[in-house]
């Protein structure tokens, strides 16, 4: 397979805003050197998409048994739940792309609207997890908290890679960081959650619960991003058009 580094490939990639734009903000060479040399970034988006893949990965595989256990809706319907889940999520998607695929003309400047967006997302899928954990007997909170988990979740692991890739220098080990991230909480979620809901008292309540973790967990780290990396001090779109212009 190529490598990320290669010509050929790296043109596709978003505006990088490593070489140029660090230069500009309030971090110094020290700082700017600790993020790329330890991976700093990647360890962070990697985090994000650990609990953004394990949440999707327990909710689309065990929302049918959790709706078996709890009957918070007839087991009849629990296929249709399942597909509620998905469409969400392939249209959260969909218009996520849509999005992204805008933010990449705005050139280095789009990181702004990008971790905006970022957060509208996280935002939304957090707020479906919130209603299904607090209203566990509620039909109407349950298939509300579907739509909003699975459109909102749908998109993130998109916008984590897309921050990846703005933020950091392009290597094989980093992205190996990110990789490693999507794997083990597509793994390790699920299964924490099985045990849970085999071995414990705690049973069936573990679903709820673990998928709005699962939303909770990626917006404080991806504060910690946005601060240490000092993307307010970035340029923006209007800024980067202007310079364009003179140039």
Known sequence: LPAPESEHISIHFPPN??????SMNSLTAKQKSILHRYFVNEILIGNMVFWFIG??????????SYISDSNVIPSSEKEVALCVVWIGIAAGRFIGLMDQIQLNKMGE?????LVHNFIAWISTGLLGGFLMFIRENSPIAFWTSLVLYGLGNGPCVGYAYDLN???????E?????????LNFGASIVPYVATLVWDYSNYDYHIFPLLVFISMSMPMPVLLITYIIN????MKHPDKATKTETII
Do not use: D
């Open 230 to 233: 000092g993307v307010s001090e």
């Open 17 to 22: 805003v490593v070489p140029k734009s660090l």
């Open 173 to 181: 080990k980093g992205m190996a960081i990110v990789m490693f991230g």
């Open 109 to 113: 400047g789009g990181i702004h609207s």
């Open 55 to 64: 949440g999707k990965v327990l909710c689309s595989s065990y929302v049918e």
């Open 165 to 171: 890739n703005r933020l950091t220098l392009m290597s």
